[in-house]
């Protein structure tokens, strides 16, 4: 393993479900990859001192502080890790920026494109002083994803005419669930869009190589009112003037658009939270001229093939199990056939963020790669809060049987 006695000081803000996965990542990274830094897991910051201690102790930090502004301040930190809420995006990363750390930010970029573009500006001005940024868009650092890239690059799906990408969750479906944070715009920027169909545009333009250019969209809120959270300050909707122990959603559960890419494809993307029964679902499929190749996140360590330039006979979808040691990352790991996980994936982004702010090269993807993927959320919300696409069908003056 690595040789080098040179650190990258790690503070990290947040705790939560991406705290967690990505204190799985900075724990096990040096001890997977030989790099030319060894991540130090410093310091986590959370508001609630009881919480960030706790979390310190069992995500394996040295030390925890409850005011981030302290953890970017210190001479001892190298690298701001930002895994809160996407409110709290711009303002964390902007200051890190500008004391000089390099800054790892989660998806969504920001809540908003204005936050977006602030925040690209600033890591183009920090580049220059060699201050690296990168946003944390995992699925792309799976391995059967990567592959996926090298097979469209490499022409075996020939001229790319169709992307067919679905993220489907069920969370919220109960009308009971909480008013959490994921709920509230003014906390999230949107709902099942940018919180997974981000992750989607993202892994699609990535494979592709191509950008979109144009969507036409639908979003719904399904549950409008849900309970308030229990200790909730600030959200109770009042009724009538009595506090009223529900509030309002202020986001989409669900979004459904279709869109062109630069390069000539057509594309369409759902992202939904009310797709009952599927828990994590995240499906791409890429239909080229010469061939197709489908990832499934339910089975991250395969892909389906199709080369159609095959002999007729012999044609069909095949299934590569991406775990041979030429396959991307998995020369670290296990011999063939010993399957890695969802958590893999941010052991790989920040293998990628470590070799890069080390060796002095842009991580990608950049701030201004996750502004492209800010500048389509915002775009699919106005198409759907416009939509002058949508026709009307007319309706039929009898009942008919359907
Ligand atoms: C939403 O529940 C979520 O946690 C996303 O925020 C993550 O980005 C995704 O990887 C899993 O689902």
Same mark, same amino acid.
């Given at each position: 393993m690595s040789t080098t006695d040179r650190e990258l000081r790690i503070g990290m803000v947040g705790y939560a479900f991406m705290g967690a996965a990505h204190s799985q990542a900075w724990r096990t990274v040096n001890r997977v990859f030989d790099?030319?830094? #060894?991540a130090r897991m410093s310091l986590i910051c959370g508001r609630d001192t009881g919480k960030v201690a706790d979390a310190a102790d069992r995500l394996g930090w040295d030390a925890y502080t409850t005011d981030w502004r302290d953890l970017i301040n210190r001479d001892d930190i190298d690298v701001v890790d930002v895994c809160t809420p996407g409110d709290s995006h711009a303002e964390i990363a902007l200051a890190a920026l500008a004391a000089g750390k390099h800054v790892l930010c989660e998806k969504p970029l920001a809540n908003t494109v204005a936050e977006a573009r602030a925040m690209t500006a600033a890591a183009e001005t920090a580049r220059?002083?060699?201050?690296?940024s990168m946003c944390g868009f995992n699925y792309r #650092? =799976?391995?059967a994803v990567t592959m996926m890239r090298q097979l469209v690059a490499d022409g075996r799906l020939g001229v790319i005419r169709h992307v067919r990408a679905t993220y489907l969750q069920d969370w919220i479906v109960d009308p009971q669930f909480p008013l959490v944070w994921r709920l509230q715009k003014d906390k999230a920027g949107s709902g099942a869009l940018g919180d997974i169909g981000a992750h989607i545009i993202d892994l699609t333009q990535f494979v592709t190589g191509q950008r979109i250019?144009? =969507?036409?969209a639908v979003t719904e809120t399904f549950v409008k009112e849900r309970p308030l959270p229990a200790g909730s300050s600030g959200l109770a909707a009042t009724v009538d003037g009595n506090a009223s122990p529900t509030g309002p959603v202020t986001v989409d559960d669900a979004a459904v658009f279709v869109a062109r890419l630069d390069g000539?494809?057509?594309a369409t993307y759902e992202a939904? #939270?009310?797709a009952t029964g599927r828990k994590n679902a995240l499906r791409v499929e890429i239909n080229g001229s010469l061939g197709s190749v489908v990832f499934d996140l339910e089975r991250l360590n395969e892909l389906e093939f199709y080369d159609a330039t095959r002999p007729g006979v012999e044609q069909g979808f095949t299934r590569i199990l991406v775990t041979e040691g030429e396959h991307p990352y998995m020369s670290a790991w296990w011999p063939p056939g010993h399957i890695i996980g969802y958590e893999h994936s941010f052991t790989h982004e920040m293998r990628d963020f470590i070799e890069a702010v080390a060796t002095g090269v842009d991580p990608a993807p950049?701030?201004?790669d996750a502004l492209q993927v800010q500048l389509v959320l915002d775009a699919v919300t106005r198409s759907a809060e416009v939509n002058s696409s949508w026709t009307e069908v007319e309706p039929t003056l009898a009942a008919v049987a359907v």
């Amino acid at each position: 393993m690595s040789t080098t006695d040179r650190e990258l000081r790690i503070g990290m803000v947040g705790y939560a479900f991406m705290g967690a996965a990505h204190s799985q990542a900075w724990r096990t990274v040096n001890r997977v990859f030989d790099l030319p830094a #060894r991540a130090r897991m410093s310091l986590i910051c959370g508001r609630d001192t009881g919480k960030v201690a706790d979390a310190a102790d069992r995500l394996g930090w040295d030390a925890y502080t409850t005011d981030w502004r302290d953890l970017i301040n210190r001479d001892d930190i190298d690298v701001v890790d930002v895994c809160t809420p996407g409110d709290s995006h711009a303002e964390i990363a902007l200051a890190a920026l500008a004391a000089g750390k390099h800054v790892l930010c989660e998806k969504p970029l920001a809540n908003t494109v204005a936050e977006a573009r602030a925040m690209t500006a600033a890591a183009e001005t920090a580049r220059a002083a060699g201050v690296w940024s990168m946003c944390g868009f995992n699925y792309r #650092r =799976v391995p059967a994803v990567t592959m996926m890239r090298q097979l469209v690059a490499d022409g075996r799906l020939g001229v790319i005419r169709h992307v067919r990408a679905t993220y489907l969750q069920d969370w919220i479906v109960d009308p009971q669930f909480p008013l959490v944070w994921r709920l509230q715009k003014d906390k999230a920027g949107s709902g099942a869009l940018g919180d997974i169909g981000a992750h989607i545009i993202d892994l699609t333009q990535f494979v592709t190589g191509q950008r979109i250019t144009g =969507v036409s969209a639908v979003t719904e809120t399904f549950v409008k009112e849900r309970p308030l959270p229990a200790g909730s300050s600030g959200l109770a909707a009042t009724v009538d003037g009595n506090a009223s122990p529900t509030g309002p959603v202020t986001v989409d559960d669900a979004a459904v658009f279709v869109a062109r890419l630069d390069g000539g494809a057509l594309a369409t993307y759902e992202a939904s #939270r009310f797709a009952t029964g599927r828990k994590n679902a995240l499906r791409v499929e890429i239909n080229g001229s010469l061939g197709s190749v489908v990832f499934d996140l339910e089975r991250l360590n395969e892909l389906e093939f199709y080369d159609a330039t095959r002999p007729g006979v012999e044609q069909g979808f095949t299934r590569i199990l991406v775990t041979e040691g030429e396959h991307p990352y998995m020369s670290a790991w296990w011999p063939p056939g010993h399957i890695i996980g969802y958590e893999h994936s941010f052991t790989h982004e920040m293998r990628d963020f470590i070799e890069a702010v080390a060796t002095g090269v842009d991580p990608a993807p950049s701030f201004a790669d996750a502004l492209q993927v800010q500048l389509v959320l915002d775009a699919v919300t106005r198409s759907a809060e416009v939509n002058s696409s949508w026709t009307e069908v007319e309706p039929t003056l009898a009942a008919v049987a359907v």
